[in-house]
C-alpha cells in the first residue's frame, strides 16, 4: 500500500524537546517505520522550514519525507502557521496528480486542511488523527489558548469531511461524539513505544541523589513541571530531572525554563533539580532506567509518550489522571494515578513507591508486560492498516467519490469549505487569525 503521512509541523526528523517537538514526531516517525517493515510505501510531508534543507530525504527506516514548500523556509511557531495551509495543500493536490497515494493519513488539525484539499480532487481518502482537539485545549488554557481564532470550526470541518478519524484514546472518542462525530466512524489506536530501544535491561545513568524522578516534555504550563516540582520540597534525598527544552540546554533562555528555575530557588529544591534541555534520544532509555519513579503530572494531556516509554524500561510511573493516562497507566498495576494540580498527593504516591521498593519493582515489571502486549509500534501499525483499508474498500464500493460535507478550496491563499458545505467557512484574513 502506498501511504502519505501529512505532519505539516512535527517533522519525524526534527529533534525532540524543543518548541512544538515532541509525541507527534515520534508518532510519525515510528508508525512510518513500522509500516515500511511490514511492506508498505510510506511517504511523510511535512513544512520546508529550514532553506538549505534537502528538499527529499530516505531514512534508514525506509520512508522518504517531501518538505513541502509553504511559507518562508523558516522555523515558525505552529499558531502561525495557518495562513499557508493554503500553499501546502496545493503542493499536495499537485504532487499526488503525479504520485497517487492510496491513503493520506493527516497529523494534527492544519494538516488535516491540507490533506483534505489535496486529496478530494482525486477522490483520495483521508484519515485524520487530531493528537489534541481545540476544545480541549481552549477548555483548559482558556485565554492561555494561542490557536488561531478558527481552530474550532475548522476542526468540526476536518471532522465532518475525513474518512474515518483515529483517536489516540478513549476521552478522545468523547470529545469528538460531542462534535457530532459517530462512532462508527472513529478508531481507537494509541501511541506505541519502542520496544527494542527502550528497554529494562541496559546502563543507566548515575545518580546524584538517593532517589531519582524523572519527568519529561516540552517546557510548556500544561505540563505541570512546576507541580513536580513543588511535590520536592516533601521529598528529601531526591532529585528530579527534567529532560526537555532548549537544544543548546540553556534551559534559563526559555521563558518557562526560568519560571520553573524561579520556583525552584523560591521553594530551596534548587540543588535537587537538573534540567538537561533536549536530550538524544539514544540517552532517554539509561535515563529512565536510572529513575525510581518516572513522574507525569500535567493537567492537559492528549496522549502522552513517556509513560509508555518508563514502563517499556521497567520504572514505575506516577501520572495525572488525565486524558491519554488514563489508558495508559493502570492504577494500582503499573504505577500510580492522581489528581491534576495536586503537588502533595504526587509526594504522597511517590513516597509511598519509594519506601516500598518490592512494589514499585512489581509495577515496572507489570508496566513492561503491558507495553509488549498492548502498545508495540508493529501491533500499532497493524491495527492502523486495518483503519486504512476499511476506507479505502469504501471508496471502492463508492466509486462517486467526496465525503458528503462538500469539498475543501483554496480561497486569497487559504482554505475554505464551499459556501453550499458549511455555513460559515474558512474565511481568508492573510494575517494567520482566521
Not at 519529561?216 to 520536592?232: E, S
Amino acid at each position: 500500500m502506498k501511504i502519505a503521512m501529512v505532519s505539516e509541523h512535527a517533522s519525524p526528523l526534527a529533534a525532540l524537546g524543543g518548541i512544538d517537538a515532541g509525541g507527534q514526531n515520534v508518532h510519525v516517525a515510528e508508525l512510518s517505520a513500522a509500516l515500511c517493515r511490514q511492506g508498505h510505501e510510506v511517504t511523510v510531508y511535512t513544512r520546508r522550514d529550514e532553506a538549505q534543507a534537502a528538499h527529499t530525504v530516505t531514512t534508514e527506516q525506509g520512508y522518504r519525507v517531501i518538505r513541502v514548500p509553504a511559507g518562508p523556509a523558516r522555523r515558525l511557531p505552529k499558531d502561525e502557521l495557518l495562513p499557508h495551509m493554503g500553499e501546502f495543500g496545493a503542493f499536495l493536490r499537485e504532487h499526488w496528480r503525479h504520485e497517487r497515494p492510496d491513503v493520506v493519513h493527516a497529523h494534527f488539525w492544519m494538516s488535516g486542511l491540507a490533506a483534505i484539499a489535496g486529496a478530494q480532487p482525486a477522490g483520495i481518502p483521508v484519515v485524520q488523527t487530531f493528537h489534541a482537539l481545540g476544545v480541549v485545549k481552549r477548555r483548559h488554557q482558556g485565554a492561555d489558548d494561542t490557536s488561531p481564532a478558527d481552530r474550532l470550526r475548522l476542526e468540526q470541518l476536518i471532522a465532518e469531511q475525513a474518512d474515518r478519524i483515529i483517536a489516540t484514546c478513549t476521552d478522545e472518542v468523547f470529545e469528538l461524539a460531542r462534535m457530532g462525530v459517530p462512532q462508527s466512524r472513529t478508531s481507537v489506536i494509541p501511541c506505541g513505544v519502542n520496544l527494542e530501544q527502550f528497554t529494562p535491561d541496559g546502563p543507566s545513568t548515575p545518580r546524584s541523589a538517593e532517589h531519582r524522578l524523572m519527568t519529561v516534555g516540552r517546557l510548556v504550563p500544561r505540563k505541570g513541571f512546576d507541580i513536580a516540582i513543588t511535590a520536592l520540597t516533601s521529598l528529601p534525598d531526591t532529585e528530579l530531572v527534567l529532560v526537555g527544552g532548549p537544544d543548546n540546554g540553556k534551559v534559563a533562555d526559555d521563558p518557562e525554563g526560568r519560571r520553573l528555575l524561579a520556583l525552584a530557588d523560591e521553594l530551596g529544591v534548587r540543588d535537587r533539580l537538573r534540567m538537561l534541555g533536549q536530550v538524544p534520544r539514544i540517552h532517554m532509555a539509561p535515563l529512565l532506567r536510572s529513575a525510581d519513579v518516572a513522574v507525569c503530572t500535567p493537567w492537559y494531556e492528549p496522549f502522552g509518550i513517556t509513560p509508555l516509554e518508563a514502563m517499556a524500561c521497567g520504572t514505575p510511573v506516577v501520572a495525572t489522571a488525565v486524558g491519554g493516562l488514563i489508558d495508559t497507566v493502570v492504577d494500582g498495576v503499573t504505577g500510580r494515578l492522581i489528581a491534576p494540580r495536586a503537588p502533595a498527593e504526587l509526594a504522597d504516591a511517590v513516597r509511598d513507591l519509594l519506601a516500598a521498593p518490592e512494589r514499585a519493582d512489581q509495577y515496572g515489571r507489570a508496566g513492561r508486560d503491558r507495553v509488549e502486549s498492548r502498545y508495540s509500534w508493529d501491533r500499532i501499525a497493524m491495527e492502523t492498516l486495518s483503519a486504512y483499508r476499511r476506507v479505502t474498500a469504501m471508496r471502492v464500493r463508492n466509486d462517486s467519490g467526496g465525503s458528503d460535507g462538500g469539498s475543501i478550496e483554496r480561497v486569497g491563499g487559504v482554505l475554505s469549505p464551499e459556501p453550499s458545505s458549511i455555513d460559515q467557512g474558512f474565511r481568508a484574513t492573510g494575517h494567520g487569525r482566521r
